[in-house]
């Protein structure tokens, strides 16, 4: 039976792309699918951490989070070996600390998601970014699996959809699944919650289920795929 945990990271050079909301996001959903969830914050603002003790302070349950802010990480995971999916919340910036963090979270990864807001100041803010993950896909021969995840959206945009050519031209998939601006977003996280705790009928829990089905589905082919 393979034990080893599932890596996620979410990662993005560039800041206020909702990198923390899409990882407690994740890590929410899978808690309630009844998996063990370890989320690893790498950001010395610590956005989830303080989620955690605001969730902790509300009696909400919550997955593990904690803080590492090392570019050993991927060298330490091995201590977190009793959990089914281990999600890393990444520091932003380009300076040399965080590229050496960023690349070690990269090392570490199964999967990585790229969370990016529709405009082009954000796909040039990630340019960093995609050449890391490329870098390590080379040397690997095509790991870890690495998708774009549209967030922040608005329906039926020009610029969603120029935004979205682009990023299919960087050789990079994008994810089907897109989160949309909603205001009900950062409420929930701001009281130690997700989406996941919003009314069946909200979109943007919908949404949110279906992204946790299509990252499942990467993962089942992955390992169909290794079987094979």
Not at 22 to 35: E, N, P
Not at 55 to 65: E, F, I, K, Q, S
Not at 134 to 139: G, L, T
Request: proline share 5%; with cysteine; net charge neutral.
């Amino acid at each position: 039976m393979d034990t080893k945990p599932k890596i996620i990271t979410v990662t993005n050079q560039k800041g206020g792309c909702g990198k923390s909301t899409i990882s407690l996001t994740l890590a929410d959903g899978l808690l309630r699918k009844g998996h063990r969830v370890l989320v690893i914050d790498t950001d010395t603002q610590n956005s989830s951490v303080d989620w955690a003790a605001t969730a902790t302070l509300h009696d909400c349950n919550r997955p593990d989070v904690i803080s590492i802010s090392r570019p050993s990480i991927d060298a330490e995971l091995s201590q977190y070996q009793d959990y089914d999916y281990i999600v890393i919340d990444s520091i932003s910036g380009i300076q040399g600390f965080s590229i050496q963090l960023v690349a070690s979270i990269i090392k570490s990864a199964d999967l990585v998601l790229i969370p990016i807001i529709p405009a082009p100041v954000d796909i040039w803010g990630t340019i960093k970014t995609i050449e890391m993950v490329k870098q390590r896909r080379a040397h690997t021969g095509g790991s870890p699996e690495t998708y774009f995840l549209m967030n922040r959206t608005r329906p039926n945009t020009i610029l969603k959809s120029a935004v979205k050519d682009a990023l299919d031209g960087s050789g990079l998939p994008v994810l089907q699944t897109e989160i949309s601006q909603a205001e009900i977003i950062p409420k929930l996280i701001g009281e130690g919650k997700t989406i996941f705790s919003a009314p069946d009928s909200n979109k943007n829990k919908q949404r949110a289920i279906a992204l946790l089905d299509e990252i499942e589905e990467i993962f089942k082919y992955e390992r169909n795929n290794c079987i094979a």
